[in-house]
């Protein structure tokens, strides 16, 4: 193991720790992730056809709510 890769996982991991003793952070992350999945039901709901969605949302912002297809 190279010494770049040996403080990356060293980083990494002290990351991950910080965020999981993160309360706030972690709901704001489940506010975020709930939020983009009513976003997209809407979008699916008003759109009604998936290629309507596909023409009506850039390619980054549907990859971003899970319009990947």
Same mark, same amino acid.
């Given at each position: 193991?190279?010494? *770049?890769? %040996? @403080? +990356?996982?060293? %980083? +990494? =991991?002290?990351?991950?720790?910080?965020?999981?003793?993160?309360?706030? @952070?972690?709901?704001? !992350? &489940? *506010?975020?992730? =709930? #939020? !983009? /999945?009513?976003?997209? &039901? /809407? !979008? /699916? *709901? +008003? +759109?009604? &056809?998936? #290629?309507?969605?596909? =023409?009506? !949302?850039?390619? /980054?912002?549907?990859?971003?709510?899970? %319009?990947?297809?």
């Amino acid at each position: 193991m190279s010494k *770049k890769q %040996f @403080l +990356a996982k060293l %980083f +990494a =991991k002290g990351v991950s720790s910080k965020l999981k003793k993160n309360t706030d @952070l972690q709901r704001a !992350i &489940d *506010k975020t992730d =709930k #939020e !983009i /999945e009513k976003a997209r &039901d /809407e !979008i /699916e *709901k +008003a +759109a009604g &056809d998936k #290629e309507n969605v596909k =023409k009506a !949302i850039s390619p /980054e912002v549907r990859k971003y709510l899970g %319009f990947d297809y």
